[in-house]
Nanobody, 119 residues
Framework: QVQLVESGGDLVQPGGSLTLSCAAS????????MGWYRQAPGSQREVVAR???????DLADSVKGRFTISRDNAKNTVYLQMNNLKPDDTAVYYC?????????????WGQGTQVTVSS
């Protein structure tokens, strides 16, 4: 079972930047998709950004041009670089790992890290 630990959440002013990190308990080389999701109060959890094993990335329309996702297989870590943050980005951010094993997709979640964008 993969354990994921997020860090980097903070209170930041609008227009500011943050980098979130997600450290995995084992090698992420074999993990098919690593992703970041977020959940604001009263809202459903939504995908923010994903990166595949081959390095292809996919970002939500609301963060395109502002956020970047990357993975460092050597450090077993995935990053989310967030620039030009807006109050609407306020949420708990969760790291997710999806691994295909046979015909089954196993999904793992971290405990989340709070990002608050406010003046």
């Amino acid at each position: 079972q993969v354990q994921l630990v997020e860090s980097g959440g903070d209170l930041v002013q609008p227009g500011g930047s943050l980098t979130l990190s997600c450290a995995a308990s084992e090698s992420i080389f074999s993990i098919n998709i690593m992703g970041w999701y977020r959940q604001a109060p009263g809202s459903q959890r939504e995908v923010v950004a994903r990166v595949t094993k081959s390095g292809s990335t996919d970002l939500a329309d609301s963060v395109k041009g502002r956020f970047t996702i990357s993975r460092d297989n050597a450090k077993n870590t995935v990053y989310l670089q967030m620039n030009n943050l807006k109050p609407d980005d306020t949420a708990v951010y969760y790291c997710n790992a999806q691994r295909l094993e046979g015909h089954q997709v196993l999904s793992y979640w971290g405990q989340g890290t709070q990002v608050t964008v406010s003046s």
